[in-house]
């Protein structure tokens, strides 16, 4: 009788390919424009303090552990929890999780889009006050250091803002200018018809993005209309995610040889013209400098904890795809350590990059550098568009930049939305076999349906929506559950037995200090953030924009339904379990199943796991292939002879 066939899961073509990917993963959109704006708004240097100490006690232990995880049992972040069944429910949490991530990440693409085809126009269009969307408020770049700022012509009448030797002697600030409306011709002392009063000047690169990209409406009260330009990028974005992770790893694989290496490229290039700048040095300083006060603010430690999980993924389930496709005895320890020092460099380096030109604008405007750009995933759009109008032949560095931002973002987004895909078709297949030959349209249909259900971030009052996701959604629940994740690891099905899997796969024992974090020393730094997180609570804030009280009850649904999730499938599970009273059922649902451990027999016999059935005897699949070598290389000696 013929052995039953068993599946052999697609593997990544070489090493380096996981290590890209997972690079690629982990360094995406959110070094470029997030982990600056956290910066910005938490005390600039200061904020580097928590965000190193998260990212060595909580990230990386949390990250090695998922890396292994995955890699152990070659299964998506829902199938692998059979070490656990009874905690399932964390796997389709962080299946859900990123399901939310990838709805609004995509629009970040989507601007990116937007630019870069803007990146064509001469002159640029965030280059300039002459344009539909610009108001009285907006100068130009030459203005500065020509003394005097540009005259921008409103309907009837000219606005003309200026500082005089006078101002600069008595130390007047940008701020404390006034603006003269002028309907005759302007004096020395005197002026017809003026009025003076206050006006907040506003540079020409963020007036594009408020009113040339966004048009954006007052509040979430008010969506406004669909901007038909966001929705063409959107649905193009959208075709670009499908295409590169149609064809799996193997194809995605080669791409990350570009995607993940090209971006250092051009922010190299950024940084030598950004340093150039008068007034860089301030900005870098202001950057690096820390503000001590900043530390005894729960949120700026919650900020950092955020921020290594979301740009680790860790509690996203992405880590755990990704190292699924890795081989067996795949070195993923030292991949770790590798990644996580490259990811943490980047941040630190883009926000570098981003500090120079802030340094730069802020020396223009005669302006702090707090109150040069307002916070927000907009700091990218408007900072390093003005560096990229100063560099020579601005369209074409502008056009790369937008590149390199779409290869970031894409990188990302297909493995976030890569660990949705696999992770409803691993569970299905457990099931119902065959499933996998259908993945093509399953692809489809997820890309038609998250494109429908990210129509309202390409309204007017979209940036509302996309930043209320990612306040909540992307907030405390990756946390809570990358911390259930390894309590459940740690205690009910040990460290100590985690370590032997991993040996099985490494070949030797990682140092303790991994179990001392797993155990105690993580646990209590994620459980402390989201504790003082809470004492700490404000409502979520676009800019000087505060979100009412409905729309905060609208972003904790979106926290509660991950981790609602994790209670309800875990009260079904008990309630399945066909005999033995409560305790009893407890625990036998807090062992791991009969299907737990290595996805093939060979490794399963490695690993010290009994043999699955339905699979064939890997003895006699050694044997067979032997047999079918011998066989074509005389049939080779035939066809010569």
């Known amino acids: 009788m013929a052995e039953k066939k068993q599946y052999v899961r697609e593997t990544w073509g070489g090493k380096v390919e996981f290590i890209l990917s997972t690079m690629g993963y982990s360094i995406g959109l959110g070094n470029v424009w997030r982990f600056p704006y956290l910066c910005y708004q938490n005390g600039g240097g200061a904020f580097l303090i928590p965000y190193c100490i998260t990212l060595a006690v909580a990230a990386i232990p949390v990250m090695f552990l998922e890396v292994s995880f995955g890699q152990f049992t070659s299964l998506g972040c829902i199938s692998c929890w059979n070490i656990t069944p009874l905690f399932k429910g964390v796997g389709i949490a962080m299946a859900l999780v990123s399901a939310y991530f990838c709805m609004y990440y995509n629009l970040i693409i989507a601007y990116t889009l937007h630019y870069m085809f803007s990146s064509f126009s001469n002159p640029l269009p965030w280059v300039g006050c002459n344009h539909t969307w610009n108001t009285e408020n907006c ?14 012509t409103t309907g009837n009448s000219s606005v003309m803002s200026m500082t005089t030797p006078a101002m600069e002697t ?3 600030t940008m701020a404390n200018l006034v603006t003269y409306v002028v309907n005759g011709t302007l004096g020395n002392e005197t002026f017809l018809n003026s009025t003076m009063e206050p006006m907040k000047r506003v540079r020409a690169s963020e007036e594009y993005w408020l009113h040339g990209v966004l048009d954006a409406t007052d509040g979430l009260h008010d969506l406004g209309y669909i901007r038909w330009q966001l929705l063409l990028f959107l649905l193009a974005a959208w075709m670009l995610v499908y295409f590169c992770i149609i064809k799996g790893v193997k194809s995605s694989g080669k791409v990350v040889y570009f995607t993940a290496t090209f971006p250092y490229l051009v922010l190299f290039v950024l940084f030598i013209r950004g340093v150039t700048l008068p007034g ?39 880590i755990h795809t990704l190292a699924s496709y890795n081989k067996f005895h795949n070195n993923c320890y030292r991949d770790v350590l590798l990644v996580s020092i490259s990811c943490a460099m ?19 405007s005669n302006l702090k550098i707090e ?26 560095w502008a056009f790369l930049f937008f590149f390199m931002l779409l290869t970031l973002g894409l990188d990302s987004q297909f493995v976030t939305l890569e660990t949705l895909i696999t992770a409803v078709i691993d569970e299905i297949d457990a099931h119902k076999p065959g499933v996998r030959r259908y993945k093509q349209w399953v692809i489809l249909v997820t890309c038609l349906i998250m494109a429908l259900l990210g129509l309202p971030m390409v309204t007017q009052g979209g940036i509302y929506v996309m930043t209320l996701f990612d306040w909540y959604s992307a907030g405390f629940s990756p946390m809570l559950l990358a911390l259930i994740e390894i309590l459940i690891i740690s205690y009910a099905y040990g460290t100590k037995r985690f370590m032997q899997d991993v040996h099985s796969m490494l070949g030797f024992t990682p140092s303790s200090y ?13 459980g402390v953030i989201i504790i003082f997180s809470f004492v700490d609570y404000s409502a979520a804030t676009m800019g ?17 339904t991950s981790i609602l999730t994790v209670i309800v499938y875990a009260i079904i599970y008990l309630i399945k379990v066909p005999s033995g009273s409560l305790t009893q059922r407890l625990r036998q649902s807090l062992k791991p199943s009969s ?22 005897d890997p003895s006699l699949a050694d044997e067979e292939k032997t047999k079918e070598t011998k066989e074509q290389i005389a049939l080779n000696t035939m066809n010569k002879v």
């Open 544 to 560: 000087s924009y505060t979100y009412p009280p409905w729309a905060e009850g609208i972003g904790w649904t979106l926290t509660m």
């Open 371 to 396: 109150d040069v750009v307002a916070g927000g995933p907009g700091l990218a759009f408007i900072a390093y568009p003005e560096a990229i109008s100063r560099i020579w032949c601005p369209q074409l």
């Open 139 to 152: 100068y130009e770049r030459p203005s500065i250091s020509e003394g005097i700022f540009n005259l921008n």
């Open 346 to 364: 980047t941040s630190i380096f883009a926000g570098f990059v981003i500090f120079s030109v802030i340094g730069f604008m802020a020396h223009d």
């Open 595 to 616: 299907a737990w451990g290595p996805a093939l027999n060979e490794n399963r016999i490695t690993a010290g796991y009994a043999i699955l059935a339905g699979q064939s």
């Open 514 to 526: 991994w179990r001392y974090c797993w155990m105690a020393i993580t646990p209590l730094v994620v």
């Open 280 to 318: 860089s040095a301030d900005g870098i300083l202001w950057f690096i400098r820390p503000q001590w006060h900043k530390l005894k603010s729960a949120n700026v430690w919650k900020s950092a904890a955020n921020q290594v999980f979301i740009s680790f993924g860790a509690g996203w389930g992405g």
């Open 170 to 172: 008595e130390g007047t």
